[in-house]
C-alpha cells in the first residue's frame, strides 16, 4: 500500500504494524538528504510521522491522499552532502525539513497511519497552526526588543 524512495536506493515497502498503521525503518539515515512517500489507495488519508534517532515520539509531517498521492520531505543533515539547509515547501507540507542528528549509523523510522479523511484533515490543521507559531531563542527575543 506505501512505497518509500531515498535518493540512489531502491523503493522499500512500508511494514503493517496495527490495522491501520505502517512503518518504513530506513538504514544509514545520515546519508540521506531526501525522502519520498507514495500511497497507491484513494479512498483514505495517510498521515506520514518521522521518528528522529533519540526521540521516543513520531512527529506529524503531512499527509497523503488521492488529491496529493506522494510527497518529498527534505531531510536536513549536518553529516550528508547539502548545498542548502533551508528550502520552501507548499501549504501541505507542515514542515520545512526534518533534522537528522549526526551519527554513524542512524536510522530513520517513517510511520504511516490511515485516518478517516475529516479526522486527517483536522489534525493537519491543528499541526500547521502550531508550526506557524515562531519562538525565538530568548537571546534572539531580548536583542530584538532592543532594536525596537
Known sequence: MFGAVCSGRPMQLA???EPTKFVFSIENATNLSHVAAEIVDANFMALVYFQLPGLPEFKLLGGLNVNKPSSIFKLHNPAGVQ????????DDDIMNDVEIPAGEEAILNIGISIEPLQQAEVLLLQEKSKQKTITLPQQQAAQRRHKI
Open 15 to 17: 511494514q503493517q504494524v
Open 83 to 90: 548545498s542548502s539547509t533551508s528550502h520552501a515547501l507548499d
